[in-house]
């Protein structure tokens, strides 16, 4: 581990709402629980870093591709995963989303993208943007636990598709994949020279009892396959924007190098700094974090079975997003009575799954006491 271990400092409901303007940006008596945004002030060791930067006037473009950014990524996935690509590997974009489009748009064929639901909310239609079909590969949102259905994603990628878009560990379902569930997603693409694209945001926010697999670490993914992972979740810097897109395959490589400047959204040096400081220096805060989220985990279990015990919450094994099941309490949009009735704002499951009624995605990243105050007041407006 390297760095310090530094606690983590729970923001005033002042600070919270100077800090993070859109998800704070409601009225007064809300509480937000909604938007993948944490509660927390950001890491010293990375405010630092962007402090000294601003303070030292380096306001001009960022370095494209950036060998220091990559040698960050490279330590730190090695620590974390016993993993790590070669840096030159390792491109930065501006976001995860970003990373994902200009992945499809450049490396993928003509044919579909598979998106499976519940998905990212951010990320439907995603496909379109580029073109091709949206596939959906529909996970029940009431299934205990959420799984790639690999006999129907074969058949999608034989109709045609020749994408999958997998998002791992998963938002919203909390999940994190095992290594013979990658294998096994391996083995239907390798079938039919299909690619993966796999969003990893979330991998460093994997919680005790789990263990993340980077899809490129399985045996025979590095020509089929790419990874857009970034600092910018678990440290919240979302806003500072800078992702990593992790391209093994030389040709890959080649191939994205010869597309326009335009392609490629450029990124901001800003993020490309706090990422730098994340990866070489945040372990100590980062290990705080997921201590954190643990209990929180916890104690979500704990208000839900004394409030609202009809709730069914899927094992939360990575992430800060609890994906809950609410339909035992008939109403069909939770989240818009939970806000006319109970004055929380949570996601709403639709926005996740089109036509999904019931369902609710909650941010357990926040105080215990404003958790605590959350989930009161959704007994109050469900019940």
């Known amino acids: ?47 630092e ?33 016993g993993w790590a690509p070669e840096p030159e590997a390792v491109l930065p974009v501006v976001d995860v989303t970003a990373g994902v489009r200009l992945a499809i748009d450049v490396l993928s064929g003509p044919g579909g993208v598979v998106f499976p639901t519940p998905g990212y909310n951010a990320q439907h239609g995603l496909a379109r943007v580029t073109g091709r079909a949206e596939h959906l590969l529909e996970v029940s949102p009431s299934a205990d636990r959420a799984e790639i259905d690999l006999d129907r994603l074969d058949r999608l990628l034989a109709r045609g598709a020749q994408t999958l878009l997998l998002t791992q560990p998963h938002n919203p379902w909390g999940r994190v994949f095992t290594r013979p569930e990658l294998e096994g997603i391996r083995d239907v693409v390798i079938r039919h020279g299909a690619r993966v694209v796999s969003d990893e945001i979330h991998a460093p926010l994997v919680l005790p009892g789990a263990e993340h697999v980077p899809y490129l670490s399985i045996e025979g993914t590095h020509d089929h396959a790419v990874a857009v992972v970034a600092a910018s979740k678990a440290f919240n810097t979302a806003g500072l924007r800078c992702a990593q897109l992790v391209v093994p395959d030389p040709r890959a490589r080649r191939t994205l190098a010869e597309e326009p400047m335009s392609r490629n959204d450029s990124h901001s040096p800003v993020g490309a700094v706090a990422a730098r400081a994340a990866y070489d220096r945040g372990d100590g805060w980062l290990a705080s974090l997921v201590e954190r989220l643990d209990q929180q985990r916890s104690l979500l279990g704990e208000l839900l079975a004394t409030h609202l015990p009809d709730v069914r919450m899927r094992p939360l094994e990575a992430t800060y997003l609890a994906w809950l099941d609410a339909s035992a309490y008939g109403h069909d949009d939770p989240a818009a009575v939970a806000l006319e009735r109970g004055r929380v704002m949570v996601s709403a499951g639709q926005s996740f799954a089109p036509g999904t009624t019931g369902h609710v995605r909650l941010n357990v990243a926040t105080s215990p006491e404003r958790l605590t105050r959350i989930v009161e007041r959704l007994a109050k407006a469900w019940t």
């Open 1 to 47: 581990m390297t760095g310090e271990r530094r606690p983590v400092v729970d923001l005033t409901d002042e600070e919270a709402r100077r800090r993070l303007p859109l998800k704070w940006g409601v009225p007064d008596d809300v509480l937000p629980a909604w938007v993948a945004e944490m509660d927390y002030a950001v890491d010293p060791v990375v405010l």
């Open 49 to 81: 870093a962007v402090q000294r930067m601003l303070a030292d006037g380096i306001t001009g473009y960022p370095i494209m591709p950036d060998p220091a950014l990559a040698e960050s990524y490279v330590a730190w996935s090695a620590r974390h995963f």
